[in-house]
């Protein structure tokens, strides 16, 4: 499966459990197969009795998340507005220069807003807006610790 729906990109869901853990839901990781769930449990475990064989790994479907897919519109930014864009999703708001240039190109595209506040005259915190937010999240790593399965 590519990891894609007709309205996103699609993050695997697994409920990883290990035999005699008390944990009767298991752990939930996310991943992009199976094994590779298992292998994140194996390494994550404080036990050194522990095995592959006593993990077992369930697709967990309901838990997924889905990713928008990335448009033509937000591909063509360039790599300074794209890691902004992720930075202020990450950070919930980003603070510079009120006319600092690539937030003043974000602000035209209808992807950020300035707020209007910031500590000294001429800074401001910059939100994004609910495109931005779409676009920033259409930019995320499904997998960011499998960088071959960027999707």
Known sequence: MSGHTDTGRVRKAWRVKIMGED??????????????????????????????????????????EVFPVVDDAIAALDSEQKSTLTHTLKNGRFYTSADDRTMCRLVQAGLVKNTGRGWNEMEAYFVLTDAGRTAALSLTPLYPEYPEHRA
């Open 23 to 64: 944990n009767l839901g298991g752990t939930l990781i996310y991943a992009p197969t199976a094994g590779k769930a298992r292998y994140q449990r194996f390494r994550s475990a404080d036990c050194d009795g522990i095995t592959f064989a006593s993990i077992s790994v369930t697709r967990a479907a309901s838990d997924d």
